[in-house]
């Protein structure tokens, strides 16, 4: 139902717009343009169905897997964490984030 209002609106809109620039329905397409206005509409059809599909999906902080740690550490190396540990480094460490207060006067 809503592809015929769809369409409706569309042929208005085409129209007026063919009238504003006086074109005239005697230009043929050839059969090389029509394929090729065949393929583009293909690929908006396959682009907006794909977007249908994926509006409706909800996606919760389960779908994302932890992010990889970053460069481990080999065991030996100076200036690392301790071997058998974990360090993560991250951009939004909170030991790095200053708080700034307003003195009062």
Known sequence: MADQYQKQLMEIVVDKVLKKYNVTSSVE????ERNKVKEIV???QADVEHF???QNV???DKDFHEA???EQPQPGQSG???P???FVQSPNN???????INKKR
């Open 68 to 70: 990889p740690s970053q």
């Open 52 to 54: 249908l599909a994926n």
């Open 29 to 32: 397409l050839t059969s090389a």
């Open 80 to 82: 690392g964490a301790k």
């Open 58 to 60: 909800q996606i919760s």
């Open 94 to 100: 909170v030991h790095n984030v200053k708080t700034f």
């Open 42 to 44: 293909e690929k908006m």
């Open 84 to 86: 058998g540990r974990t």
